[in-house]
């Protein structure tokens, strides 16, 4: 015996037919917009003076670039490497004295702190001026760890600038007094990409500056970064 069919039109939902039942609707969907970007106006707030260029960067001893990608054969994507370039700015104007590069070494065929560490020699930063942080898995993982590893008290902190908010708010959080700098990029599909990730990513970093919630992999303290400053005096 076969079973009665249900008409397509009884699935889906029917639109209010009251103007009560309307206007109830129109409250709830901008309700929900409302509270989708309260985070992405929270990093707007808490980081409205901290935005800076590499020519007017406060003088300061580390600054932090955060990972990018890597492309095939292990090169920095070219979202990472004009981050890098900026670090090095920095450092060749003697803005900063040491770089802590943090980004992900979760496998053995993938190490962005190391090609940032090649990258940045090869563009004449002194290796004895750059220290790695190998499980930066994202950026509440990377600012926590400048702060407990590696003993980061301020720090310029480098990326796009569809990030850079996130990463202030986020280092200010966990201790860390920091300026950013925004790196200009090609409006492409990966700089909307990145726009349209930060609206949710948003929602992640108000809890985590809320919560504090242990980073992944945190480990026993490092002195890597007061080695390299030492050496720079």
Not at 56 to 84: C, K, M, N, Q
Not at 117 to 139: E, K, N, W
Not at 173 to 194: C, E, L, M, R
Request: with cysteine; aromatic share 8%.
């Amino acid at each position: 015996m076969r079973r009665p069919t249900v008409p397509l039109s009884r699935l889906r939902p029917r639109p209010p037919r009251t103007r009560a039942g309307r206007r109830r609707l129109v409250q709830a969907v901008m309700a929900v917009c409302v509270l989708a970007l309260l985070p992405a106006t929270w990093l707007y707030l808490v980081t409205g003076d901290r935005l800076r260029t590499t020519a007017d960067a406060p003088r300061t001893d580390v600054a932090i670039v955060f990972g990018a990608g890597l492309w095939h054969g292990g090169e920095p994507s070219p979202y990472l490497a004009h981050r890098l370039d900026a670090a090095a700015k920095l450092y060749h104007e003697g803005r900063i004295k040491v770089v802590l590069v943090t980004g992900d070494n979760s496998r053995e065929d993938y190490d962005e702190p190391d090609a940032m560490r090649a990258y940045l020699t090869r563009h004449g930063v002194p290796g004895t001026r750059i220290v790695g942080d190998y499980a930066g898995f994202d950026t509440w993982d990377s600012c926590v760890r400048a702060k407990k590893v590696f003993g980061v008290d301020r720090a310029v902190l480098v990326s796009q600038g569809f990030h850079i908010r996130r990463a202030v708010a986020l280092c200010d959080a966990a201790g860390v007094d920091s300026y950013g700098v925004g790196v200009d990029a090609v409006h492409d599909a990966t700089w909307y990409y990145g726009g349209t990730r930060e609206v949710f990513a948003a929602g992640k970093a108000a809890l985590d500056a809320l919560f504090h919630p242990d980073p992944t992999f945190l480990g026993p303290r490092e002195h890597g970064v007061q080695r390299a400053l030492a050496g720079v005096r």
